[in-house]
């Protein structure tokens, strides 16, 4: 364990399910990373707040730093749920143990990150979904809103259509699909009261590990299987046209759906996607790096 | 506080929200009526068996008998939940405090009581829906399943709907609709990020509260809230076939939403429906006395 006299960054971003955290030097060069548990606010701020130090502290110690070097950092910190004013200002008033902290939602950084810093669009398409573009001083967000009230064309959305068609085509008020066999299989079901059983209480986090059996089916020609993709296109390409109304000079694609996906996507559509240049912690230290200059 | 000498029944309908207990005489004569907790044993085997207990006690009590009666009662328990053999049988196997308990599905006994004791269908529309028809040794569930994964044309769903609806408007993503005024109204929001904030967990009957606005909203013109009543009737209309399918005798239409729901059936659906002749708790003491006898 050793002190820098370089200044160092940190990158937090944080969400429902983790926070991560990356230590960077003045030039970009990463030091060191670590995970820890959730991070949004909106859900705990108190928990957000852990979260975010355990997960620096894990990040300080992969680089060779103590925990004396915390109070030494430039903190840029994405966070989840911010984007209501309430748990933006909550998290804002927090005594942090850094030397600053610039606070932004887990969009803004994950935006800044896939362009380098510059501004542009992206379109997150993981276990939620949502879109975002920063032009000039202006961002906007379209569609995210949670599960499963909104999200269309997440992982979470994914999965949940596909066990209301297994239990409709159950009960035989639908077609029959491939979905059935192959969602009982991944939850070791029987039959539809097994399948039933598991669903109490579950959330966007159950739903999104079925996603990967509508790719499935739909590429083994199960007809309900491409109407639910047919669905999600639909959803997506209607937030893509209201980002590219803003008219960004990029727009990126981002979350654990992207490559399944973009079969399922309009070429025109998707040709118009540019990878992500950096991940969303990286952008949370471009975002500090800005607001410190 | 006395005894009885004559034969007295328990009626007991239990579900996720409460526990309904009746105390009937062997002339079905109403002697009092209790209320109490959540008797879902999906949920918990234990609160299940606690709130019908508390339930019994209480309609014991407004009946003018006291605790030691419990054991003298014939009881007829309808139970949410016991359609999943393995509740079935852990709420059978409980070392109960009645003279002897007779064990249904809560569709079982609303079934029974709507035909005062026959055969016959019923399709509840409430918090949740779901068909059920019994004909000779016969029973058929169609639909059920739980939110928000199954019943269609619930309350529930028909706010999830709702909700899914004006957060489609608020991104700009789909119609306008009269339905974003009436529930900001309702949940006392000023726009989609607040209603967002009152919707993380929030489970059915949340969601039910709010299905009063998609008819007050589609009786007003509002093209959506009318799309989404006329999907309600479409599955509405496809379980009445499979259950009118097993030829019942009788149907009925059970639950909140009924009143409302009528207006949204062709009326060649909704001229077969016959009124519910007894509550579901009594129907539970119908079943109880067929297996007694």
Redesign the interface.
Known sequence: MHTSHQQLYLGIDGGGSKCKAVILDAELQCLGEGIAGAANP??SVEKAQKSIVDAALLALADAGFGEQQLNQLIAGVGLAGV????YFDLMNAWQHPFKVMHLATDLHIACLGAHNGENGAIMICGTGSVGYVNTDGESLI??G??F???DACSGAWLG?QA??KV?LAA???SAQTGLTERIYHALACND??DL??Q??GQGATFYARLAIHVFDAADAGDLVAQQILAQASN?FT??FH?LMAKDPARISLIGGLQVRLKDWLAADIFSQFSDPMQAPEIGAVLFAKQKTQ
């Open positions: 909106f859900h984007n209501i004013p309430k379209v569609g809103h949670g499963p009230q909104g949940l066990v209301q239990l009960d035989d008020l539809s009261n039933v059983s669903l109490s959803y209607a937030v209201k």
